[in-house]
């Protein structure tokens, strides 16, 4: 009897999440899982803007007019070396993303739009002297009602974002290594759905393979596409070229 009883216990699913493919971290310890599923037991959240309602397909959030500012939760849990996958579907959002803070200000994030990704070093003091700064930002098509997967690695200096597999992105910042706090989403507009979100404790070395892999990386950001300058943007630019004087014809 009791062999039977241990053999079903190994034979038992852990519950945990199994990692997701990474780059640069080498994933240890789950430390955040929830699903976002209505009626999940899920972690402990701090909702500052926005509607947030979990559905049977995830969490739905909406920015509310009357907020003046677009939807905002976070899961207050400290980190340092980590990974952090979850996947979206934008439902006529403006944009979402995946925002990492430390203990007072903003850190990076993974910003999303219908057409673009970003990928960014965010500005940590707001007054100056610091300022954002963008590792990529790509034309991408990212269709409503579509699921989406996003792996979020960050060891040392070192961030990496990765999308369905297929767009990675890395960048370098000493802001990095300290350590983070605060993982959240935001939700420009209406509206977006979040599921799956866990986050792992990673070792402090990276991958054997990260020098390589991060060449080759590079050489796919530098060609990556370019998002198209928006509307008013283009106007205003073609509205200056008309107005220049037209040079005089050669004599």
């Known amino acids: 009897m009791l062999r039977l009883l241990l053999l079903v216990l190994l034979a038992a ?17 789950e430390i955040v899982a929830d699903t976002l599923l209505k009626d999940a037991k899920g972690a402990e959240w701090k909702l500052a803007k926005g509607k947030w309602e979990r559905t049977a397909e995830g969490i739905r959030v909406e920015e509310l007019p009357a907020d003046n500012h677009g939807a905002a939760g976070r899961v207050p849990t400290k980190l340092q070396d980590f990974v952090a996958a979850f996947e979206f579907r934008l439902d006529g959002a403006k944009s979402i993303s995946l925002s990492i803070n430390d203990a007072k200000e903003h850190v990076a994030r993974v910003l999303i739009t219908p057409t673009a990704l970003r990928v960014q070093k965010d500005d940590h003091d707001h007054d100056g002297p610091d300022k954002a700064v963008l590792f990529l930002h790509q034309a991408e098509k990212f269709e409503a009602g579509t699921w989406h997967r996003v792996v979020l690695e960050m060891v ?13 992105a890395f960048g370098r910042d000493d802001l990095f290594k300290a350590e983070k706090a605060n993982p959240g989403f935001t939700c420009a507009g209406q509206s977006a759905t979040f599921r799956h979100l866990v986050i792992w404790s990673a070792k402090a070395e990276p991958k054997d393979s990260w020098k390589e ?19 008013a943007a283009a106007k205003a630019k073609a509205a200056k070229a008309k107005a220049k004087p037209a040079a005089e014809p050669a004599k």
């Open 13 to 29: 699913p852990s519950g945990a999440a199994e990692a997701p493919v990474t780059l640069l971290a080498q994933p240890d310890k």
């Open 156 to 168: 040392g200096d070192t961030l990496v974002a990765t999308i369905d597999g297929k767009i990675s």
């Open 213 to 231: 892999a991060s060449v080759k990386i590079a050489e796919a950001m530098k060609a990556a596409p370019k998002p198209a300058a928006p509307a």
